[in-house]
């Protein structure tokens, strides 16, 4: 691993990359990648935690830590009965 490499990056970037696109094909009434950002809907179908894991192939754990590094940067991320939802991803052309 490279000096600058930070290993919590790269779990971020799978868990960001597992949530856009479980997140696209969760939703029923658009397709992200043919709507632009701010046409999207704002009630779009959350993905749960547990289903970023299976799919990115992690732990429960990591995506949860994950999950919180990202929130309000590449995802929106909702609490609901001890289960992490991403509710919105934040498209990488918004202004932070």
Known sequence: MAAD????????DMVAESALQ???AAQTDFDP???PSDEW???PVP????????????????V???LGRLD?????VG???GSLSVLRVIPADTPL
């Open 41 to 43: 809907p704002d009630n």
């Open 79 to 81: 609490r609901d009965a």
């Open 64 to 66: 949860r830590s994950a």
């Open 33 to 35: 990648f043919e709507v």
């Open 5 to 12: 490499e930070n290993p919590d990056s790269t779990v971020d």
């Open 22 to 24: 479980l997140w696209s």
């Open 72 to 76: 309000g940067v590449k995802v929106v």
């Open 47 to 62: 993905v749960r935690d547990a289903d970023i894991a299976v799919d990115a192939r992690l732990d429960l754990d990591d």
